[in-house]
């Protein structure tokens, strides 16, 4: 049963993987499906109301990272806020009345008419090149704090916002080594290549383990069969 269990889960993802790559054919990004949804649902409660405006994850947002050796740290240290959504500032307290209405705990929608003008400052926000000024001034909000550091001295000197492309961080005077490996890349122009990379890899992995319990399922059943002959 244990098998059975086992060759059904890994079934699944495979589908799953499929389903991704299928997507991403179709030259459209993964996010999260959570969100995805409760962006709808923004934009259906706009629609009903005759509000003409865009509903946009910060995410889909950003156009370009100029040196792509930064992307990992900064995409991890931006972690969920990356999937935030971004509204005309008119509009911004109707999509805060949606999100409390129905209850949306998936969605967290930028205060975008509150956000504070400002300018990119060398920062982690040069990296990111954003033509959208609400997701820009957001970005600056998030980024213009944390120093790109090149050496552990470095970001020593950096204790209140600094980052090494390692993922090591420093803020609010403490430290930490984020871990990168799970970060879903979903920034710039080329995050369909990089994700598609990623499915791949992962679908083999899962392949690979599918066929294994295939294999020993295979021999087990030819032991059950030995042993009733």
Same mark, same amino acid.
């Given at each position: 049963?244990? @098998? ?6 890994? %079934?699944?993802?495979? #589908?799953?993987?499929? =389903? ?16 995805? +949804?409760?962006?709808? $649902? ?12 865009? $509903? ?41 009345? $949606?999100?409390?209405? +129905?209850?949306? %705990?998936?969605? #967290?929608?930028?205060? #975008? ?42 970001? %020593? ?25 799970? #970060?879903?890349?979903? @920034? ?34 030819? =032991? ?6």
């Amino acid at each position: 049963v244990h @098998l059975e269990d086992e060759k059904r889960i890994r %079934h699944e993802e495979l #589908t799953n993987l499929e =389903k991704q790559l299928k997507q991403l054919d179709a030259n459209q990004i993964i996010f999260p499906e959570e969100v995805v +949804k409760a962006k709808q $649902v923004i934009k259906d409660a706009f629609a009903k109301k005759g509000i003409n405006a865009e $509903v946009r994850m910060f995410a889909e947002l950003v156009q370009d990272l100029k040196d792509t050796s930064w992307r990992q740290a900064i995409e991890t240290f931006l972690g969920r806020k990356r999937y935030y959504l971004i509204v005309d500032g008119k509009y911004c307290l109707e999509a805060m009345r $949606v999100l409390q209405e +129905k209850k949306l %705990h998936a969605a #967290t929608v930028v205060i #975008t008419d509150k956000l504070p003008d400002s300018e990119v400052k060398g920062s982690a926000a040069e990296q990111l090149v954003i033509p959208n000024v609400d997701a820009r001034r957001y970005a600056n909000y998030l980024l213009n704090g944390i120093h790109l550091c090149d050496s552990l001295n470095e970001l %020593h000197e950096y204790p209140k916002g600094g980052l090494l492309k390692d993922g090591m961080l420093a803020k609010s005077y403490a430290v930490s080594c984020m871990n990168m490996k799970k #970060t879903q890349i979903c @920034l710039g122009q080329d995050a369909i290549e990089l994700q598609k990379k990623s499915v791949r890899e992962q679908k083999q992995i899962v392949q690979e383990a599918y066929d294994q319990v295939m294999d020993k399922l295979k021999q087990t059943k030819e =032991k059950i069969s030995s042993l009733r002959g």
